[in-house]
């Protein structure tokens, strides 16, 4: 069964700090694609990046980074200087390649960064 | 561009009543996606669809029907509704690529 665990329920930051979200996953098949996702307070989901399953290298946007990990199936944020705006509940989630690519996505990770 | 629509955005039902939650896409997406989130929760998949007349269910399909008639649309029926469906209810389509989100509906049973 595929499962997407975030143990972070909350985590609070002060404004510049670095802040770390975890995600670790489970799934059978070697073929798959992992996910984050934001949600600011206005409540809409707002794609943030797509790993697939042979692609393991870090990826760096900005002031975020992803570390993706198959041998500890985890896929973990980072947020360097973070800022208010950045306050949201974070999501990862596992799709797989199947024929419906439906996600399954963890609990998600409230963030909150005060100025 | 309008990308995923959800109609309405709120919307207070009794309990026992029914009624269909509308999205439709225009992006000719195949794979569309009906999700609930409950309060502090993730979102659970309720209906997909992998195109024109097949639907399958998720992992929440109690209480709920879809039909997927046209690529565009995928509306979301609720059958005497239960105060356990309140939630907000997010219709999303996909090429394969990564989900597009509508902007939701929040829904009160009471």
């Known amino acids: 069964a595929q499962k997407v665990t975030q143990a972070q329920t909350e985590i609070s930051v002060v404004e510049k700090e670095d802040v770390t979200l975890d995600c670790v996953y489970e799934t059978r098949d070697t073929t798959y694609y992992l996910f984050w996702y934001k949600q600011p307070p206005s409540g809409e989901l707002v794609f943030l990046i797509r790993r697939n399953s042979f692609d393991e290298q870090n990826e760096i946007s900005g002031r975020y980074s992803w570390n993706f990990q198959k041998s500890t199936s985890s896929f973990n944020f980072t947020i360097t200087a973070s800022q208010v705006v950045d306050s949201a509940v974070y999501f990862c989630?596992?799709?797989?390649?199947?024929?419906?690519?439906?996600?399954?996505f963890g609990s998600g990770t409230r963030l909150l960064v005060r100025p | 561009n309008a990308g995923v629509t959800q109609t309405p955005k709120f919307h207070i039902l009794k309990i026992g009543q029914s009624m269909t939650l509308q999205c439709t896409q225009d992006?000719?997406?195949?794979?569309m996606y009906w999700y609930r989130q409950d309060p502090g929760m993730g979102l659970k998949l309720i209906y997909y669809s992998v195109g024109a007349g097949i639907t399958d269910k998720g992992e929440v399909p109690n209480g709920y029907n879809v039909s997927r008639s046209t690529t565009e649309d995928f509306p979301l029926r609720l059958e005497l509704a239960a105060p356990s469906q309140t939630s907000v209810y997010f219709c999303?389509?996909?090429?394969?690529?990564?989900?597009?989100f509508g902007s939701g509906t929040q829904l009160s049973v009471l």
């Open positions: 992006m000719n997406h195949n794979y």
């Open positions: 989630a596992l799709s797989e390649v199947d024929s419906s690519y439906k996600l399954i």
């Open positions: 999303a389509s996909s090429s394969g690529e990564k989900l597009f």
